[in-house]
């Protein structure tokens, strides 16, 4: 078997290169050492020499890791009935945009919660880092939602449409018999991020925007937003609609909820053959939120849950999904939905002990 | 097949498990959320937010990732010839020894060159990853050379020892005819580290420590430090031989040298039924250092190009052995060097693309 290894040192000189035919004895074939540029030796010091603010994130990543494996024995599922684990991890650092860095443009994405350690302390394979994949094929890493809902919810004559209500709003558009490739996704607007923060910690039941008046200036100022009329995939986040949105619209819950739902009714509205819309994530719960959905959109409106899927458990099952995808050798990611150039097997998987029940 | 998901979203309110089978539908069996403690969550927003050290990580990641791609393409070996690549990445963070952390104890390490990438770019399946593993079963993710010093180095009748001398030194010990368990590794010392920094960048073959000037009684002070004698498993670093030694000693190069060739010696005659002693690392092209060992030592001195292993590329033919070994299935790591507590596989596996021809 011809195998290459590849390593850079804690001296940071540059990359050692091996190619070698591992049979009976190993045979070299080729070695090589290539510099780093200097801006990249640079920059790899600095961040190790930032000992705190490094150490942090590795310890984090550890720590998480053990705290992930302990949420799962929490479930009283009996570990050894468990043939897999997908862990989608904690996110900290996500830029789905190429960048320009050090002279490159670099996309990148950053989720610790060690793999290693979900694998070792539950015995059971972990198949982590779903989102690296998608970036290495051009993709934005998200969204990765529309693999589950195109399983869940694909219907041979009802054209639907999958809603979740996170922080940002988004849809999976699933035609009639849909193949794969049919599959459109796409961030509709705010989710449940302007009305947390305009009524913290959240507007429970929508009760507050019910009771509250509608700045009516204001929406119609915010909905000529050309994000809106653009045509997908589009995404966005908490630059759109973080504190700064926050504090130059100084908008209030009842124009908040509304500006949420007529976004989110615009984005449906594109595909009016819709007969079904499936509601997922924390903003199913808002009881007047989906009252205005179901007054704005032509299709039927329900959640997830009439399909098994708790609102709030979408998410979970869609890494135990992906994970057992990638267990199968098939991709996980929707290039229509994400912008990569080619279907990709994501994640990484972790096998632990060599005697482990998960190996 | 029943498999778990897991997963901790951006608003970092808890960690959502879902177990389900999945078969012709999903079936879910069991969902869970499970809060943070307050202070990991805390610390969980401090680097998300750190968005300048954070992000220069993340996208590190991602351009290592390429440059590693570019370094294996560099070597002219054919792509498809190749079947695997194991990439140990570039150490940003180690500790091997459990710190205090936000109430427990935690080991920790972080390596950066993202591996989804290489699999990527090259469309050969990659390993990366391999200390973490390590780590989760107690050890202490280093060293990792041994196993490959005792698949090169066994010999059933000659006793044998390994000797890298990187920035630290480090022995394998190998007895004739040795199992795994019977292996014993550890760092001997100061490798390169104190050499170069008192003879930046570095004492070109020995030649300045040759015709320099031995200071005896720093020497014999130096030598005096418990760490010599201790039983191994040991290990130092960077925290011991680094600026604040150099200050403090106001070492010179002559006796940086021979402090290096002595306790090397030293730990190298704790087996006295040694016959050979085989270098490798950067040290092995200082000539002097070689002779001062020669005369230290009873053994025959020689270095691993003996054995067709150039002396700078041990490293990396180390990580292409044990993408090798777990591939097959098998642990990489050796117990006796780590201190884990059973053998592991090693490794994160990244497969690529649905149709590589690395899957």
Known sequence: MRVAGLISGTSVDGIDVAVVDIAESIEVVATATVGFPA??????????????????????????GELFAEALESTGVALNT????????????HEGEPAEFLGRKIASTLQIGEAAVIAERTGIETIADFRPSDIAAGGKGAPLAPMLDYQLFRHSELPRIALNIGGIAN??????????????????????????????????DGARARGGQLNTALLERLLADPYYQREPPKSCGREQYGDEFIRRTNIDIATATELTARTIALAIGRYPA?????????????????ER??????????????FGIGVDAKEAILFAVLAHETFHGRAGNLPSATGARKPMILGKVSRGTSSGSGA
Chains 1, 2 share one sequence.
Do not use: C, K
């Open 82 to 93: 468990i043939e897999l684990i997908g862990s989608h991890g904690q996110t900290i650092f």
């Open 39 to 64: 801006d990249v030796r640079q920059a790899i010091l600095s961040v190790s020499n930032a000992a705190t603010h490094t150490a942090m994130i590795a310890r984090l990543n550890f720590l998480i």
């Open 274 to 290: 819709t007969r079904e819309v499936i509601v997922s994530g924390g903003g199913a719960h808002n009881g007047y939120l989906m």
């Open 171 to 204: 849809i999976t558009v699933i035609p009639a018999n849909a193949r794969a490739e049919d599959v459109v996704a796409f961030d509709t607007g705010p989710g449940n991020m302007v009305m947390d923060a305009v009524a913290p910690p959240f507007d429970r």
């Open 293 to 306: 959905l179901r007054a704005l959109v032509q299709a039927r409106v329900t959640t997830s849950a009439e």
